[in-house]
Antibody, heavy 119, light 108 residues
Framework: QVRLVESGGAVVPPGRSLRLTCAAS????????MHWVRQAPGKGLDWVAF????????YYSDSLKGRFTISRDNAKKTLHLQMNSLTTEDTAVYYC????????????WGLGTLVTVFS | SYVLTQPPSVSVAPGQTARIPCGGN??????VHWYQQMPGQPPALVVY???DQPSGIRERFSGSKSGNTATLIITTVGAGDEADYYC???????????FGPGTKVTVL
């Protein structure tokens, strides 16, 4: 059974940086593309970024304006999201999500980690 | 960038069929995927590639497309189906994942 566990969420002031980590188990991690999706309190789903199975391809939401970086370590079965210059609008639960080998849906979701940026 | 539209809410009587629309330009040319999110839980995939069900998902969930609208269909609705439902496509031009704004389903 696929298990994705996010960590690294915290309460931080604007302008700070945070690094989120997702630990994967129950799957051949290196075979799957991975996403980060966020959800602000009481709001809808907001796709953040995608990284291909081997890390060669990375795509980002236009709204991030280059502040976030997605990366992965297939040997350690971990996914990361480096978030810089955080603003209050980045306050959200951040989900780590597995994509299928072929296809463009989002398969298995972690429980999420909460990032709160307060002013 | 590609935009998906959904009504904020849909109400349905118990035992009836819920139909949740998702609009998008030329959506018939895209594969549409659907997620259910129960309160306090992460989303869960209920339909992929327009109408296929993941393993473990009951056949009460299905999908269809017509014109510029995709529809999630939930038959024999019960109180356990009250949740937020999101449609999603992949924008291959911009290489972005796009979600609809979500529809809250209420069982009367």
């Amino acid at each position: 059974q696929v298990r994705l566990v996010e960590s690294g969420g915290a309460v931080v002031p604007p302008g700070r940086s945070l690094r989120l980590t997702c630990a994967a188990s129950g799957l051949t991690f290196s075979a799957y593309g991975m996403h980060w999706v966020r959800q602000a309190p009481g709001k809808g789903l907001d796709w953040v970024a995608f990284i291909s199975s081997n890390g060669d391809d990375k795509y980002y939401s236009d709204s991030l304006k280059g502040r976030f970086t997605i990366s992965r370590d297939n040997a350690k079965k971990t996914l990361h999201l480096q978030m810089n210059s955080l603003t209050t609008e980045d306050t959200a639960v951040y989900y780590c999500v597995q994509g299928p080998i072929h296809g463009k849906w989002l398969d298995s979701w972690g429980l999420g980690t909460l990032v709160t940026v307060f002013s | 960038s590609y935009v998906l539209t959904q009504p904020p809410s849909v109400s349905v009587a118990p035992g009836q069929t819920a139909r949740i629309p998702c609009g998008g330009n030329n959506i018939r040319r895209k594969n549409v995927h659907w997620y259910q999110q129960m309160p306090g839980q992460p989303p869960a995939l209920v339909v992929y590639d327009d109408g296929d069900q993941p393993s473990g998902i009951r056949e009460r969930f299905s999908g269809s497309k017509s014109g510029n609208t995709a529809t999630l269909i939930i038959t024999t609705v019960g109180a356990g189906d009250e949740a937020d439902y999101y449609c999603q496509v992949w924008d291959g031009i911009n290489e972005h994942c796009v979600f609809g704004p979500g529809t809250k389903v209420t069982v009367l």
